[in-house]
């Protein structure tokens, strides 16, 4: 099974600096006939679910504001907060769509 | 507008059984997979499972966490996908969450999420 590992668990951040989320998977989840990573991020707030930020790994979905990004392939991937603002205080998750669907493990982004 | 409303929790004791549902609204709903993810206090997310269309055969698929106690299953006259648990253990504590993916394929992220409803396995 693939396993997926976020990093950092939490990171603090000054108001309007980049946050930058790293999620490594055990196996490619690059799907060699379409050339598509299937790794999707998500921002959650308390009490709310899960809300869908980036899929295919770097295409982000409508309405996301374009200070966040998604770069990556195969089994590195980076979530990339441009300029931090207060309401992206969150917990973010990779998740991999390849196989059986898998989230890491979340991490926490606060304001420094 | 498209909406998912997820009801049916509650507190149950171990080695009972509870059924969720989740009411779909704004897209045909018989199209597209439906799955459910939990996310127990203070922890993650954990994909339970999930139904696929009849288009892709309606066959359920579920994590091994909850195989042979949890069912999927769906009445895409009424928009519904159900959860049924059975044979409760107090690790099931959790949010349940259904989820939608973006297309009418099963492989994709999950784009329209329910609200979430508690369940809580106690004595």
């Known amino acids: 099974d693939i396993v997926m590992t976020q990093s950092p668990d939490s990171l603090a951040v000054s108001l309007g600096e980049r946050a930058t989320i790293t999620c490594k998977s055990s196996?490619?989840?690059?799907?060699?006939?379409?050339?598509?990573?299937?790794l999707a991020w998500y921002q959650q707030k308390p009490g709310q679910p899960p809300k869908l930020l980036i899929y295919w790994a770097s295409t982000r979905e409508s309405g996301v504001p374009d200070r966040f990004s998604g770069s990556g392939s195969g089994t590195d991937f980076t979530l990339t907060i441009s300029s931090l603002q207060a309401e992206d205080v969150a917990v973010y998750y990779c998740?991999?769509?390849?196989?059986?669907?898998?989230f890491g493990g979340g991490t926490k982004v606060e304001i420094k | 507008e498209v909406q998912l409303v997820d009801s049916g929790g509650g507190l149950v004791q171990p080695g009972r059984s509870l059924r969720l549902s989740c009411t779909a609204s704004g897209f045909t709903f018989g199209d597209f997979a439906m799955n459910w993810v939990r996310q127990a206090p203070g922890k993650g997310l954990e994909w339970v499972g999930c139904i696929r269309s009849k288009g892709y055969g309606g066959t359920t698929d579920y994590a091994a966490s909850v195989k042979g106690r949890f069912t999927i299953s769906r009445d895409d006259s009424e928009s519904i996908a159900y959860l049924q648990m059975n044979s409760l253990k107090t690790d099931d504590t959790a949010v349940y969450y259904c989820?939608?993916?973006?297309?009418?394929?099963?492989?994709?992220?999950?784009?329209?999420w329910g609200q979430g409803t508690m369940v809580t396995v106690s004595s």
């Open positions: 998740h991999q769509y390849y196989s059986t669907p898998l």
């Open positions: 196996q490619s989840v690059l799907y060699n006939s379409n050339n598509k990573n299937f």
């Open positions: 989820t939608r993916p973006r297309s009418e394929g099963t492989v994709n992220a999950f784009d329209i």
